[in-house]
């Protein structure tokens, strides 16, 4: 199909040209109703990137929805859902693909709503510079300075300024100007390399692509102009050497190559590489594409290296200039943008991907929230929707990385739920945390299979959780005395009592029983590596946290034992008064009234009580461990 005004060149010439145009990614971001669509909209329409079958859409989808009378609505072009079309607003990330002669482009609108900054966030974290409109009437709002400050954390460092529906203030130079002043006072401290303002109007294509009539008092470049001659790309290629392994090549026994994509800098035949986590050498003995050998790959080309020497590689691993290598441990410092409904939580476990490597995580601590309107530093236990936060990180094995700053392929990461697998975060990492580099392992003589030889037992860590009332303390203790009289060797650490000593410092929100487990965790894991079987009475409601804990011990070590009890029974019980102070409000978040409880899909042992006694259950939970060889 014919796109309109456009001749049709010679195919083969107009391909190799445009092969070799460099790409630049840019992202339009602003409040609500500055124009991003509309600016966007205008660029394809006047720089004839638009087919006629596009233009019979937008004209008839003007008239339905359209916010400019009988002129057509550009805005309409980016906002594709129809809920977008009927409230007038962008909701979600729309990307778009266009050429000039001088270069490719992938841009993307994002939306303006506070309550989508996360999406915006998403638009920004792949971009070379970001185009913040500022409606002209309007000036700089607080959406404005949100967007540039999240523009400058997830690493853009090149800004066009573009002050829209200019022609509302009457082409105004002064308003320009004011407005102009006001956003290099707030953006001093954003670390942005260029800042080009355009007075423009997208409405009209004024300073889109040609100059306005009315604004012959500016003589910078348009919006085009700028964005075809910026340079911004060149920096990644004169960084060290980052690769990324995707996969393993191995299409038969005589051929074993590593593919990847050039995250930076540029590797030839003959360069030694280093696998970053490892430490492990090579020499690059071939580069292999889709069209055929090369002998020089550079950032952001997909190539498949082979190397002289069998060298441990895998997934997930990142190749590296040997004399420039990245980073590497399992603690450092971020910023991190919350994704989520649900609440980050420190200490709950999380799987981070960072490049191609997956890893378990958790946030060890918030160091302090940011106030993304006045850049405050607050304090917080939790982060929720779309909040900033400086965290400390530790992944349960090293990875290798570079500061965002320098590379964000290799700095940048994102959060994943481990039970939804959804994305709920992601992060720029800052620097290792040094603290780490101090701490060592201490090699012991004696081992937990030893200790639990001397014991005639082999360890466990028996987790017994349910609703309040429902039996897990009295069976426990019953499993306890019966294992004692059998001459085990045995520890009770009962959900109480550890709050009058380990635990006495934390309350009972959310973010504090994370806490509170994720402490008898790793406590409970001591005591089995001392041989014991350890025996843990907490209602324990989060599934994430039981995981977390099943996680640091060995296969099979970890028993979970279901009190299978009904709330309505456990409220009849109801031993120490706590659901009736809590259905008066007296106590808050309990769980089973204003907390929630998620049972165990699949507990090694699963008591139910109604009909049984107390040592019955406790006898189940005997037989099991004899069953088991345990004893």
Known sequence: MDKVDRETPDLAEFMDHHDRKDLLRFLTCGSVDDGKSTLIGRLLYDTKLLFADQ??????????????GEDIDFALLMDGLEAEREQGITIDVAYRFFATEKRKFIVADTPGHEQYTRNMATGASTADLAVILIDARKGVLTQTRRHAFLASLLGIRHVILAVNKIDLVGHSEAVFDQIVADFRAFAVE????????IPLSARFGDNVIVRGPHLAWYAGPTLLEHLETIEVGQALR????????????????????????????????????????????SVVRSIVTHDGEKRQALAGEAVTLVLADEIDVSRGDIL???????????????????????????????????????????????????????????????????????????????????PYEENHTTGGFIVIDRLSNLTVGAGMIDYALRRAHNIHWQ??????????????????VLWFTGLSGSGKSTVANLVEKRLY??????????????????????GFT?????????????????????????????????????????????PGEFIEIFLDTPLAVAERRDPKGLYKRARAGEIKNFTGIDSPYEPPPSPEIRLVAAGATAETLAEQVVDYLIHHRFL
């Not at 954003?190 to 303002?197: H, M, N, R």
């Not at 090699?443 to 466990?460: E, I, V």
Request: glycine letters at 6%; one cysteine or more; a neutral charge.
């Open 320 to 402: 590296a200039d040997a004399e420039a290598r990245p980073e590497v441990a399992d603690q450092f410092a971020a910023h991190l943008v919350w994704m989520d409904d649900e609440p980050m939580l420190s200490g709950r476990p999380y799987l981070l991907k960072i490049g191609t490597r997956t890893v378990p995580a958790s946030f060890t601590e918030i160091k302090h929230q940011i106030d993304v309107n006045t850049f405050q530093h607050l304090a917080a236990k939790t982060l929720t929707l779309n909040e900033v936060a400086v965290v400390n990180i530790s992944t349960q094995e090293p990875i290798a990385f570079d």
């Open 443 to 460: 090699a012991l003589d004696l081992d937990k299979k030893r200790r639990a030889a001397a014991k005639d037992q082999r360890p466990a």
């Open 55 to 68: 233009l019979a859409t937008l004209t008839k989808d003007s008239r339905k929805h359209g916010t400019v």
């Open 485 to 506: 009289a059998m001459g085990r060797h045995t520890y009770l650490l009962d959900g109480d009592n550890v709050r009058h000593g380990l635990n006495r410092d934390l």
């Open 190 to 197: 954003l670390k942005f390399e260029t800042i080009q303002p």
């Open 510 to 554: 959310e973010a504090d029983r994370v806490e509170n487990i994720r402490r008898v965790a790793e406590t409970a894991k001591l005591f089995a590596d001392a041989g014991l079987i350890v025996l843990c009475s907490f209602i324990s409601p989060f599934r994430a946290e039981r995981d977390m804990a099943r996680r640091l011990l060995d």
């Open 238 to 281: 004169d960084r060290p050497f980052r690769m990324p392994v995707q996969w393993v090549n191995r299409p038969n026994l005589d051929f074993r190559g590593y593919s990847g994509t050039v995250a930076s800098g540029r590797v030839a035949v003959g360069d030694v590489v280093a696998v970053a986590t490892s430490g492990r050498t």
